[in-house]
Structure formats: structure tokens, C-alpha cells
């Protein structure tokens, strides 16, 4: 096992009900995990909680091993050895994609971090764009930037804050199978979170559904769509479960 979250819980100041309510989930090396829930149901704070920018009030959380809180330890966000893929992607306007990308790789010695480097531009396969600046570059290929600079550290979980928020409906579709291949070959463990059924069932390869901080029910996406619950044409199904068999 990799990842192991206990009984979570959180309210923020304020609150009359909790916003996390005893959230447990356990996670293997590599697999790719949706929280999808309605706005408001607790997703971006559940991930606040795990990238260390939020304490929850009960709960432990540990990866590989490593606790990262529970009643007696708080590890600080930059130790937790976490990436994290914003929205709006946050990649550094004045910086090239190179520059984005290095960025983390502070600690490296210059061959490895050149090393590095090409390897995660393969990866996304954006290695003639290491020149550019963002705005030289489409929503899609920003995206791509935003998730090599995640990656690049070798952390040992990324989360997702709804990635494709920012693109065309089009480009969503394509960029979802992108994504997946990407983490996929990256072997990297991920926390996605999103609203939108279509994304977490092209994406996952289990669901979370989270309704007012609780969790509703977790399954593959091919368990949950037997219980009837989502609308995914089978033709996209046939092509995840193709995919599931092949990685
Ligand atoms: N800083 C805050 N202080 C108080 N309440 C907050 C704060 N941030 C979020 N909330 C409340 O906590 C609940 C969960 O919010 P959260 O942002 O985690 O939901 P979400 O599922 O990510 O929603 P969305 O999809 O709209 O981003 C909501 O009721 C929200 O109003």
C-alpha cells in the first residue's frame, strides 16, 4: 500500500457542519484516483488538506510509511514530497518553460537537472517548446507545462484541481486521454479532483464520490457505471477498459 488516509475530518472556522466528515481512502503506487463532487462538497478543501496548506482536526494521513499528520505530527507543505497541478496552472509568466520546469529542481546538480528535464518534456512531449513563454502557448499545452513542472521533482503524489477548467470542451476530450497516458507512464500516483462525471470516468481508474465532505461510494469506473450511475457512452468505456488492460 502507498497512500493511506485515516478518518479525516475538517470545518473550517465558522462552519455550523464539517466540511471533510471521517474521509478514509487507501491508495496503491500509480493509480489514479477522482474525487468528483457536486461544487461545494468538500474536494478542493479535501486536497488543501493533503498538500499540508490546511490542518485537519482529526485523522492521519501517510505515505509510504511516512505519516504526514495525525494527533501528534504536522509535516510542512514543501516536505510532504507532494506536487500540485492548479486550475489556472500558476506557471510563472516570465519564466520560459524551462525555466517553469527547473524551478523545482533547485536541489539537483546541473547534469541531473538536464536530465531531468528532457525526460519530462518527452514525457509531455513538448520538446520543442522549451523556449517559449506561456502565453506563447495554447490552454492545452500549458496544461502539459504545468503538469511536467508537478512531475519533475519525482514527487510521491500529484494533485489536480479540476485541469481542465480552463479549456474548450473540444480540447477537454482530447486532453483527457493525454493525461491519463501521461500519468500513467509517469507511474505517478494522483489525486484528481473534478465535477464532471465525463472527466473522472475517462481519467480514473477508481471514483470517489463526495457528497457534503462525506464519501458517498469508491469504485472503478466500470463498477460504478453497473450500478447505473453515470451516462458514459460504452464505446468510451470499451476504449478506458482497453486502456486499464494495457498499462
Ligand atoms: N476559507 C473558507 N472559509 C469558510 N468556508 C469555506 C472556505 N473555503 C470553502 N469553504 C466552504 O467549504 C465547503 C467546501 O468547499 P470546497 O471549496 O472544498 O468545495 P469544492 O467541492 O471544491 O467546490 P468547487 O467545485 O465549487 O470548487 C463549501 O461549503 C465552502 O463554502
Not at 462552519?15 to 471521517?22: E, K, L, M, P
Not at 506557471?91 to 520560459?96: I, N
Not at 522549451?130 to 502557448?137: A, G, N, S
Given at each position: 500500500m502507498s497512500i493511506s488516509i485515516q478518518d479525516v475530518c475538517f470545518s473550517y472556522p465558522n462552519?455550523?457542519?464539517?466540511?471533510?466528515?471521517?474521509f478514509s481512502l487507501t491508495i496503491e503506487k500509480g493509480e489514479v484516483i477522482s474525487i468528483l463532487g457536486r461544487s461545494g462538497s468538500g474536494k478542493s478543501t479535501m486536497l488543501r488538506l493533503l498538500a499540508g496548506l490546511e490542518a485537519p482536526t482529526k485523522g492521519s494521513f501517510t505515505i509510504q510509511e511516512q505519516v504526514v499528520f495525525d494527533g501528534t505530527t504536522f509535516l510542512q507543505p514543501e516536505k510532504r514530497g507532494i506536487g500540485m497541478v492548479f486550475q489556472d496552472y500558476a506557471?510563472?509568466?516570465?519564466?520560459?518553460v524551462r525555466e517553469n520546469i527547473l524551478?523545482?529542481?533547485?536541489?539537483?546538480k546541473n547534469e541531473e537537472k538536464k536530465k531531468r528535464l528532457r525526460e519530462v518534456l518527452e514525457l509531455v512531449e513538448l520538446q520543442e517548446f522549451?523556449?517559449?513563454?506561456?502565453?506563447?502557448?495554447s490552454g492545452g499545452q500549458q496544461q502539459r507545462v504545468a503538469i511536467a513542472r508537478a512531475i519533475a521533482p519525482n514527487p510521491h503524489l500529484i494533485l489536480l484541481d479540476e485541469?481542465?477548467?480552463?479549456?474548450d470542451a473540444e480540447l477537454q476530450v482530447k486532453i483527457r486521454k493525454e493525461l491519463r497516458d501521461i500519468l500513467k507512464k509517469a507511474k505517478i500516483t494522483s489525486i484528481l479532483v473534478t465535477h464532471d462525471e465525463n472527466d473522472a470516468y475517462a481519467i480514473a481508474d477508481r471514483i470517489v464520490k463526495l457528497k457534503d465532505g462525506c464519501i458517498e461510494v469508491v469504485g472503478r469506473p466500470c463498477d460504478l457505471l453497473v450500478d447505473g450511475q453515470q451516462s458514459m457512452k460504452p464505446t468510451d468505456l470499451l476504449q478506458h477498459e482497453l486502456e486499464l488492460q494495457s498499462v
Open positions: 462552519a455550523n457542519r464539517a466540511t471533510i466528515d471521517h506557471l510563472f509568466p516570465h519564466m520560459t524551478f523545482g529542481l533547485s536541489q539537483l522549451e523556449k517559449r513563454y506561456p502565453h506563447q502557448l485541469p481542465f477548467s480552463n479549456l
